[in-house]
């Protein structure tokens, strides 16, 4: 069962117009990210992201994280400032049948003719607030130590 998302968040991740960065990695451990904006929200709470290419490295590095237990990221950014970044486990690849089908039709009926190599499932397990007023707050809370000296002088 996926980790369960505000409201908020599904509406972020469901706009076409929020930035969506996939990232993966290779089979030495090196980073890979990729601008996506075919990400979206199930209504169970999982993730999808529609790849488009056979050759990807993407690709390769989500069926490599599948088959190894090994986690991927997808960092979203909206309009507003907010930022999160959605860590979790591939789940499951579709390369034909219903829900292939479906995934296919609706982005050649948005997009036009566009190629559909395989609709990737993520189960999320780790949500982190990215957004600036969030990291700046828990730092102000947490790291008294990191605040400038500037800030701590009295100007009177």
């Given at each position: 069962m996926?980790?369960?998302?505000?409201k908020?968040?599904?509406?972020?991740?469901?706009?076409y117009?929020?930035?969506?960065?996939?990232a993966t990695?290779d089979?030495?451990?090196?980073?890979?990210?990729?601008l996506?904006?075919h990400v979206t929200?199930?209504?169970d709470g999982?993730?999808?992201?529609?790849?488009?290419l056979?050759?990807?490295?993407?690709?390769k590095n989500?069926?490599?994280?599948?088959?190894y237990?090994?986690?991927v990221?997808?960092?979203?950014v909206?309009k507003?400032?907010a930022?999160?970044?959605?860590k979790?486990k591939?789940e499951?690849?579709?390369v034909s049948g219903p829900?292939?089908?479906y995934h296919?039709k609706k982005?050649?009926?948005?997009f036009?003719?566009?190629?559909?190599?395989?609709?990737?499932?993520?189960?999320p397990?780790?949500?982190?607030?990215e957004s600036f007023g969030?990291?700046?707050?828990?730092?102000?809370k947490?790291?008294?130590?990191f605040?400038?000296l500037?800030r701590?002088?009295r100007?009177?």
């Amino acid at each position: 069962m996926a980790i369960e998302m505000s409201k908020q968040l599904v509406n972020l991740i469901n706009d076409y117009e929020t930035i969506k960065v996939l990232a993966t990695v290779d089979e030495k451990g090196q980073p890979h990210s990729i601008l996506n904006q075919h990400v979206t929200v199930l209504e169970d709470g999982r993730l999808v992201y529609l790849e488009h290419l056979e050759s990807s490295r993407s690709y390769k590095n989500f069926t490599r994280s599948l088959w190894y237990d090994q986690k991927v990221s997808i960092t979203v950014v909206g309009k507003n400032g907010a930022s999160w970044q959605i860590k979790g486990k591939p789940e499951r690849i579709i390369v034909s049948g219903p829900i292939f089908e479906y995934h296919y039709k609706k982005l050649r009926e948005i997009f036009g003719d566009i190629d559909l190599a395989a609709v990737c499932i993520i189960e999320p397990e780790e949500l982190i607030d990215e957004s600036f007023g969030v990291q700046f707050e828990n730092q102000e809370k947490d790291y008294l130590i990191f605040k400038h000296l500037d800030r701590l002088a009295r100007w009177d």
